[in-house]
């Protein structure tokens, strides 16, 4: 009888504390290799969201891991970094560095080697649509500009105080209120 209380004892404890933490490694784990998933199959691909997801998520699904997250934060001063000439292959080669710290962490035979780019598959119109995806979004940036600009100069050429100072605007400081074609006030009649 003794024994089996204590069996019983054994398999409640068992059951109420080490259960949880298998249950709660076990989750760490698989977000810890969605992690590394997402990165790879988006690393040809840095505009992708699950790229940014990713790279954002490592504090805290490696958090505890210094390497990781020393490599990631080399990676983001790169990243950041607008002036380096070579700014592009080091983000690379920095970007294949975390993903093999990362794989190592995880128990994966990832090399720094084993990513290059030329062992990965994107497929050309999938370059091209991100190329497109890159270029619209400048688009829009300009689009907003111009249209912002436009909005000024109609709201000078109408009389209105324009809501958004003049100097505000790039470029359109060309056109000053003193200089802006005086408001339509009446409407000319028609002679014919």
Same mark, same amino acid.
């Given at each position: 009888?003794? =024994?089996?209380?204590?069996?019983?004892?054994?398999?409640?404890?068992?059951?109420?504390?080490?259960?949880?933490?298998?249950?709660?490694? &076990?989750?760490? &784990?698989?977000?810890?290799?969605?992690?590394?998933?997402?990165?790879?199959?988006? &690393?040809?691909? @840095?505009?992708? %969201?699950?790229?940014?997801?990713?790279?954002?998520?490592?504090?805290?699904?490696?958090?505890?891991? &210094?390497?990781?997250?020393?490599?990631? #934060?080399?990676?983001?001063?790169?990243?950041? #970094?607008?002036?380096? *000439?070579?700014?592009?292959? #080091?983000?690379?080669?920095?970007?294949?560095?975390?993903?093999?710290?990362?794989?190592?962490?995880?128990?994966?035979?990832?090399?720094?080697?084993?990513?290059?780019?030329?062992?990965?598959?994107?497929?050309? =119109?999938?370059?091209?649509?991100?190329?497109?995806?890159?270029?619209?979004?400048?688009?829009?940036?300009?689009?907003?500009?111009?249209?912002? !600009?436009?909005?000024?100069?109609?709201?000078?050429?109408? =009389?209105? !105080?324009?809501?958004? @100072?003049?100097?505000?605007? *790039? =470029?359109?400081?060309?056109?000053?209120?003193?200089?802006? %074609?005086?408001?339509?006030?009446?409407?000319?009649?028609?002679?014919?």
């Amino acid at each position: 009888m003794i =024994g089996t209380a204590i069996g019983a004892l054994v398999a409640i404890s068992v059951a109420y504390w080490i259960t949880p933490k298998i249950a709660n490694a &076990r989750a760490v &784990r698989d977000q810890q290799e969605k992690v590394l998933r997402a990165l790879i199959m988006t &690393r040809l691909s @840095p505009v992708n %969201p699950d790229y940014n997801n990713a790279i954002n998520l490592i504090p805290i699904d490696f958090k505890g891991h &210094r390497l990781i997250l020393e490599a990631r #934060d080399k990676y983001l001063d790169i990243a950041n #970094d607008r002036s380096g *000439e070579d700014r592009a292959i #080091d983000l690379q080669r920095q970007l294949d560095h975390l993903i093999a710290l990362l794989a190592k962490a995880l128990g994966f035979q990832i090399s720094e080697s084993d990513l290059a780019a030329e062992k990965f598959y994107a497929s050309t =119109g999938s370059r091209i649509r991100e190329d497109l995806e890159i270029d619209s979004q400048r688009a829009w940036l300009r689009i907003a500009a111009a249209l912002e !600009k436009q909005t000024v100069l109609n709201e000078i050429a109408l =009389g209105i !105080k324009p809501s958004t @100072p003049v100097a505000d605007i *790039e =470029g359109a400081a060309v056109i000053t209120e003193s200089q802006a %074609p005086t408001p339509l006030t009446e409407r000319p009649s028609d002679h014919t």
